[in-house]
């Protein structure tokens, strides 16, 4: 990892999201490299406690709620299993399948699962949706409110998504609740110490390695851990998979985490990105250990 680190850091391509104000802020310098296994030991090189937003790795996340309270098989009824090969905010993808999303890591499918988090109304979803992203990281997950704040303020795109999916059918919830509570999760602050914990209960079976509490349902796993291979980089997924053969999951803003099952997750943190929307210096660093420490499941 200090290896990976020293060799990156200087690394100045790609540029912070922009389309969304404070991200384009982030300094992007900072990059930091956490692990976390499934024994629960933690380790981290460079600003791995440095907060950022989460944006798109909570779909992933969120899924696990989602499943688990509805069952693989509705939940893929509900919302597709399918690489769009689309870029993820895409509308033509939806269109071109009858208003059904094709899964649940595009932003589509993303708001869909949001959709059907139970709860009574949207004080109660947020908190079933907070409960389940406090227990996976061992430590309650605050809202970055500039960010928050700066993505309302532009997602429209999203609140079209939103009522194309109400228009066929596809959304279960109130369209206006379901983009802003998905906002709202998008918005929450995490480290890369956090991601790698997070990871690490899916690489565990769902155990949280740290506190030794069960938090996703084990036969859900496997089904969370494929839709992060499909579709995890946006449209750089097969690129990752590719030279990685792992699941992973990205964020613009400027996170990934990358899941070694029954062994550990790895994570890493900085702002810029290519022109997929995934982290320059996350990618490279975390290719660099995963091929060093021969965690390719793919590689003979």
């Given at each position: 990892?200090?290896?990976?680190?020293?060799?990156?850091?200087?690394?100045?391509?790609?540029?912070?999201?922009?389309?969304?104000?404070?991200?384009?802020?982030?300094?992007?310098?900072?990059?930091?490299?956490?692990?976390?296994?499934?024994?629960?030991?933690?380790?981290?090189v460079g600003d791995a406690d440095q907060p950022f937003a989460i944006e798109s790795i909570s779909k992933a996340f969120n899924l696990s709620l989602a499943m688990d309270a509805l069952g693989a098989e509705t939940l893929r009824r509900k919302v597709g299993a399918e690489a769009t090969g689309e870029p993820f905010n895409s509308v033509m993808a939806l269109e071109l399948h009858s208003g059904k999303p094709l899964n649940?890591?595009?932003?589509?499918?993303?708001?869909?699962?949001?959709?059907?988090?139970?709860?009574?109304?949207?004080?109660?979803?947020?908190?079933?949706?907070?409960?389940?992203?406090?227990?996976?990281?061992?430590?309650?997950?605050?809202?970055?409110?500039?960010?928050?704040?700066?993505?309302?303020?532009?997602?429209?795109?999203?609140?079209?998504?939103?009522?194309?999916?109400?228009?066929?059918?596809?959304?279960?919830?109130?369209?206006?609740?379901?983009?802003?509570?998905?906002?709202?999760?998008?918005?929450?602050?995490?480290?890369?110490?956090?991601?790698?914990?997070?990871?690490?209960?899916?690489?565990?079976?769902?155990?949280?390695?740290?506190?030794?509490?069960?938090?996703?349902?084990?036969?859900?796993?496997?089904?969370?851990?494929?839709?992060?291979?499909?579709?995890?980089?946006?449209?750089?997924?097969?690129?990752?998979?590719?030279?990685?053969?792992?699941?992973?999951?990205?964020?613009?803003?400027?996170?990934?985490?990358?899941?070694?099952?029954?062994?550990?997750?790895?994570?890493?943190?900085?702002?810029?990105?290519?022109?997929?929307?995934?982290?320059?210096?996350?990618?490279?660093?975390?290719?660099?250990?995963?091929?060093?420490?021969?965690?390719?499941?793919?590689?003979?």
């Amino acid at each position: 990892m200090q290896a990976a680190y020293d060799q990156h850091r200087s690394c100045t391509e790609g540029k912070n999201a922009s389309y969304i104000p404070a991200l384009a802020q982030v300094n992007p310098a900072f990059f930091g490299i956490a692990a976390v296994t499934v024994e629960g030991q933690v380790i981290t090189v460079g600003d791995a406690d440095q907060p950022f937003a989460i944006e798109s790795i909570s779909k992933a996340f969120n899924l696990s709620l989602a499943m688990d309270a509805l069952g693989a098989e509705t939940l893929r009824r509900k919302v597709g299993a399918e690489a769009t090969g689309e870029p993820f905010n895409s509308v033509m993808a939806l269109e071109l399948h009858s208003g059904k999303p094709l899964n649940p890591l595009v932003n589509a499918g993303a708001i869909a699962t949001v959709s059907l988090i139970p709860g009574a109304n949207s004080a109660a979803v947020w908190q079933n949706i907070l409960n389940r992203f406090s227990a996976l990281a061992c430590r309650e997950l605050p809202v970055m409110e500039e960010v928050y704040g700066s993505e309302t303020a532009t997602n429209q795109h999203n609140k079209g998504i939103a009522w194309l999916l109400d228009s066929y059918g596809y959304l279960y919830n109130d369209p206006s609740q379901s983009v802003d509570l998905y906002t709202r999760m998008c918005s929450l602050a995490v480290t890369a110490r956090d991601l790698a914990t997070m990871g690490a209960c899916l690489a565990s079976g769902g155990i949280n390695p740290l506190s030794a509490k069960r938090v996703i349902k084990q036969e859900n796993v496997h089904e969370i851990l494929a839709d992060m291979v499909m579709e995890g980089l946006y449209t750089g997924s097969g690129d990752w998979l590719y030279a990685n053969g792992l699941p992973a999951k990205s964020g613009v803003g400027g996170g990934l985490v990358c899941v070694v099952p029954r062994k550990m997750a790895l994570a890493a943190f900085s702002p810029p990105l290519d022109a997929a929307g995934n982290s320059v210096r996350a990618q490279r660093a975390l290719t660099d250990i995963i091929a060093t420490l021969r965690l390719n499941p793919l590689a003979c």
